[in-house]
């Protein structure tokens, strides 16, 4: 078992720090994020909590001193510590998946201790090698929509790859010049999210024309009513899902057996749903790509490593952090990122 090869590795941890981070991006709001580090033995562990909702990170920081979590564990002991720890102190998030991504703050910081501790790296850890990472760069087109983001994207670097969010403002010519461009991977039709500021409602025309305008392209997580279900018959091995993804049992429950899909470890909570999932996935040959979540620090490393280790060639949404500033530098790193030439623990390096 995958998970079985870190579920005994042994931490100890002394002291607890978080630092917040804020950045405005390029979708036109300001991301907070809050970085914990766990200390012990001379080490720190760091993990990112990328909870959407900037007045948690606050709570967080202030009630962060009554986190029960010091002392010396195997991961796994650390898992089930974590487990009967309420990180939202009694108030219920936004949205209950909130939980999750907080966990995972805590839960990779462990992980990352837990292998600077033992001296080690995921990679060897897993026995496996750290490759190099292909990625797309994450944009929503202007309002109205044009295409001249990801045109312009295209006149600095012509290799570049992207994930798109195509909505009902998608015209059939937005469309036409979109797929001219060759360069379009992922389309995710935000179908699955409810009660966010990103959600499209089911559109069949909009689906019937992102299907027909990208034949070669994935298409993510669509909203299957009677009325569009339909429309994605053929299109099935097309079809990827991202947000419902949240462990082995969510997969089973898909609509069907997938042939990809979007892997955001934040999602999952723990470590070992996460590597329980990637091993149900690459034992039925499931294909995977990663996902991020405007990761402003230590989650977007951790992005890096684990696509390096199961799914590096794939149209992985894990471009660094510089591509979703409002006003990203001239230079900026180019896919594929190379492997590590001196990874430590969970860190990329």
């Known amino acids: 078992m995958l998970y079985d090869q870190v579920s005994t590795l042994e931490v100890d941890i002394e002291d607890i720090h978080l630092e917040q981070h804020e950045r405005d991006t390029s979708s036109g709001f300001t991301r907070a994020t809050t970085v914990v580090s766990l200390h012990g033995s001379g080490e720190i562990g760091r993990g990112e909590d990328v909870t959407y909702d900037n007045a948690a990170h606050e709570t967080l920081a202030v009630e962060s001193p009554t986190v029960p979590l010091t002392g010396e564990y195997t991961l796994t002991e650390f898992s089930e510590q974590l487990g009967d720890v309420d990180l939202f102190f009694g108030d219920d998030p936004d949205q209950s998946i909130f939980r999750n991504y907080r966990r995972w703050a805590f839960e990779s910081a462990a992980l990352d201790l837990a292998l600077k501790q033992t001296e080690t790296t995921l990679a060897d850890c897993l026995g496996r090698e750290y490759s190099p990472v292909r990625f797309v760069v994450s944009t929503r087109l202007e309002d109205p929509p044009t295409g001249d983001r990801v045109l312009n994207w295209l006149d600095r670097n012509p290799e570049l790859e992207f994930k798109l969010d195509p909505t009902s403002e998608w015209t059939s010519d937005v469309v036409e010049r979109l797929a001219e461009t060759d360069a379009v991977r992922v389309l995710d039709l935000k179908g699955q999210y409810h009660g966010t500021t990103v959600d499209q409602p089911a559109d069949p025309d909009l689906y019937e024309r992102v299907l027909d305008g990208f034949p070669d392209a994935l298409v993510e997580d669509p909203a299957l009513t009677d009325e569009t279900q339909p429309l994605f018959e053929g299109h099935e091995n097309r079809v990827t899902w991202d947000y419902p993804i949240r462990g082995v049992d969510t997969v089973e429950s898909l609509p069907w057996e997938p042939m990809w899909l979007n892997i955001k470890p934040s999602r999952f909570g723990s470590v070992q749903s996460l590597f329980d999932t990637l091993e149900y996935c690459e034992e039925r040959g499931i294909r ?16 890096h490593a684990i696509a390096s280790l199961f799914y590096p ?17 001239e230079e900026l790193p180019r896919s594929p990122l190379e492997a590590p030439s001196s990874p430590r623990g969970l860190e990329w390096g």
């Open 288 to 303: 995977l790509f990663g996902g991020g979540q405007f990761e402003l620090d230590v989650g977007r490393q951790h992005l």
């Open 313 to 329: 060639g794939s149209p992985n949404d894990v471009a660094p952090t510089g591509y979703n500033d409002p006003n990203p530098d």
